[in-house]
């Protein structure tokens, strides 16, 4: 896995989100749509990046709710 271990499979999935975030009109093209792209970009997210967008998300959002 071009000289990663097995266990870098994180750091593999971080490099491919940087790839696509870096290119993204270009990816949006070649898979046909700003959805597509989208899917495709969350779906490489490692779990705890994932928790924390989403707690990041859910802070802004009872921020509004309790102003």
């Given at each position: 896995?071009?000289?990663?271990?097995?266990?870098?499979?994180?750091?593999?999935r971080k490099h491919l989100h940087k790839e696509l975030?870096?290119?993204?009109?270009?990816?949006?093209?070649?898979?046909?749509?700003?959805?597509?792209?989208?899917?495709?970009?969350?779906?490489?997210?490692?779990?705890?990046?994932?928790?924390?967008?989403?707690?990041?998300?859910?802070?802004?959002?009872?921020?509004?709710?309790f102003k």
């Amino acid at each position: 896995l071009l000289g990663m271990g097995e266990d870098s499979w994180s750091l593999v999935r971080k490099h491919l989100h940087k790839e696509l975030t870096s290119w993204s009109k270009e990816y949006i093209n070649l898979l046909g749509g700003i959805e597509k792209f989208e899917e495709l970009k969350y779906s490489l997210l490692v779990a705890g990046l994932y928790m924390v967008r989403k707690f990041i998300v859910m802070s802004l959002f009872l921020k509004i709710i309790f102003k």
